[in-house]
């Protein structure tokens, strides 16, 4: 079955412990993305990718690292984070062109105490 | 830079109205549209979108939405609403600049009352 997959869905942790969010697709899919989810804000990009090793900011990238090294895996991660973090976080991939339909994971919800 | 405008943070209709969900778009260029739906506890999955050809564009689960280019608009439409349309529903913009670059706006959550 075609999926983005994420891990883990429900995340509780406390200010300054670093996590990582992973994501994975299994549709050779070259172009992912994060995106955070808030509430009156919508989904805003956190960071994406155009392929392996090629990886951009999107509008919220402060505080978050990614990594593209496999074309199918897409991890992010938060080396310090900080309650203002807490959000719902998606995962996204597709194929190149900008036409292409994005598929969702089903979402990581992070709380940052 | 590309935005999306959803004037109507939260819409109820009854069940069997019609339904019409506004998108107001900003880009240079040619955009191309797009129109997500997000039930409760879920991610997003898309609806319909539009890139070229016919401004009337038909969708899954009985939706449409028409592009009006000068009014830079994307409106949802559907004739008659299901209960199980309720729903957050997300209008987004991406770039024509060769690649994935996509702009979300806030949403537009629906409740269906019987």
């Known amino acids: 079955e075609a999926q983005v997959t994420q891990n883990p869905r429900y995340l509780i942790t406390v200010t300054g412990k670093k996590l990582t969010v992973t994501c994975s697709q299994n549709m050779n899919h070259e172009y992912m993305s994060w995106y955070r989810q808030d509430p009156g804000l919508g989904l805003r990009q956190i960071y994406y990718?155009?392929?392996?090793?090629?990886?951009d900011k999107g509008d919220v990238p402060e505080g978050y690292k990614v990594s593209r090294k496999e074309k199918r895996n897409f991890p992010l991660i938060l080396e310090s984070p900080s309650p203002n973090q807490t959000s719902l976080y998606f995962c996204?991939?597709?194929?190149?062109?900008?036409?292409?339909?994005?598929?969702f994971g089903p979402g990581t919800r992070l709380t940052v105490l | 830079a590309q935005s999306v405008t959803q004037p109507d943070i939260h819409i109820t209709v009854s069940e069997g109205a019609s339904l019409e969900l506004r998108c107001n778009y900003s880009y240079g260029a040619t955009p191309y549209l797009f129109w997500y739906v997000q039930s409760p506890g879920q991610g997003l999955q898309l609806l319909l979108k539009?890139?070229?050809?016919?401004?009337l564009v038909q969708g899954i689960k009985g939706f449409e939405a028409e592009f009006k280019r000068s009014q830079s608009s994307f409106n949802l439409r559907k004739p008659s609403v299901h209960w199980s349309d309720a729903a957050e529903y997300f209008c987004a913009v991406g770039t024509s600049g060769g690649y994935q670059k996509v702009t979300f706006g806030t949403g537009t959550k629906l409740q269906v009352i019987p």
């Open positions: 539009y890139f070229s050809g016919d401004t």
């Open positions: 990718s155009m392929n392996v090793e090629v990886t």
């Open positions: 996204a991939s597709s194929f190149q062109r900008e036409t292409d339909t994005q598929y």
